[in-house]
T-cell receptor, first 115, second 112 residues
Framework: NAGVTQTPKFRILKIGQSMTLQCTQD?????MYWYRQDPGMGLKLIYY???????DKGEVPNGYNVSRSTTEDFPLRLELAAPSQTSVYFC??????????????FGSGTRLTVV | QKEVEQNSGPLSVPEGAIASLNCTYS??????FFWYRQYSGKSPELIMF????GDKEDGRFTAQLNKASQYVSLLIRDSQPSDSATYLC????????????FGKGTRLSVIA
């Protein structure tokens, strides 16, 4: 099982460029999430999805877009990259085993630098 | 008001000692609580979750939950240098499978 796969692992963008961070999971999880983590900070939710065709904003959605056309894929789009988007991005997925038991499976992360 | 608070540390403990990591949360309706370990440059990995008041033990790890005090902790017994990492507390602040809210994490250093 590959789990949650994120690509690329590293990327340097110039201000104003755009890119898509890819996230794929092979566990048939309904729920998928994008978080960003800045140095010394916890994880902040950007967007999440509870199933194909359904997405919702998190705490810090500005400057990002998502789509969920399949259960497996949840790409994150950055439009007009800004230095404030320099961060490590984590994709995660989950499925509830019980109402309270749904620990995330995280991808390995994408380290993005905007210069 | 921050929703999930953790002391950022670093918390330094000698090898073999008990490490105690603490987390408070603001929403009384919070349902379930998770502890993740994150090594430098790596992704978080789930250590434990707890949803009932009291203690839950798994090997060297014990999670403790006190909903009245809005407090959850993680104890690591017989700490090892390999336990040195950042520990993230995460809370489900509403019922159902809503996204977790994470604290900033506590950095633990176990000194050999």
């Amino acid at each position: 099982n590959a789990g949650v796969t994120q690509t690329p692992k590293f990327r340097i963008l110039k201000i104003g460029q755009s890119m898509t961070l890819q996230c794929t999971q092979d566990m048939n999880h309904n729920y998928m999430y994008w978080y960003r983590q800045d140095p010394g900070m916890g994880l902040k939710l950007i967007y999440y999805s509870v199933g194909a065709g359904i997405t919702d904003k998190g705490e810090v959605p500005n400057g990002y877009n998502v789509s969920r056309s399949t259960t497996e894929d949840f790409p994150l789009r950055l439009e007009l990259a800004a230095p404030s988007q320099t961060s490590v991005y984590f994709c995660a997925s989950s499925t509830p085993r019980q109402d309270w038991d749904y620990g995330y499976t995280f991808g390995s992360g994408t380290r993005l630098t905007v210069v | 008001q921050k929703e999930v608070e953790q002391n950022s540390g670093p918390l330094s403990v000698p090898e073999g000692a008990i490490a105690s990591l603490n987390c408070t949360y603001s929403d009384r309706g919070s349902q379930s609580f998770f502890w993740y370990r994150q090594y430098s440059g790596k992704s978080p990995e789930l250590i434990m979750f707890i949803y009932s008041n009291g203690d839950k033990e798994d090997g060297r790890f014990t999670a403790q939950l006190n909903k009245a005090s809005q407090y959850v902790s993680l104890l690591i017994r017989d700490s090892q240098p390999s336990d040195s990492a950042t520990y993230l507390c995460a809370v489900n602040i509403r019922s159902g499978n809503t996204p977790l809210v994470f604290g900033k994490g506590t950095r633990l250093s176990v000194i050999a």
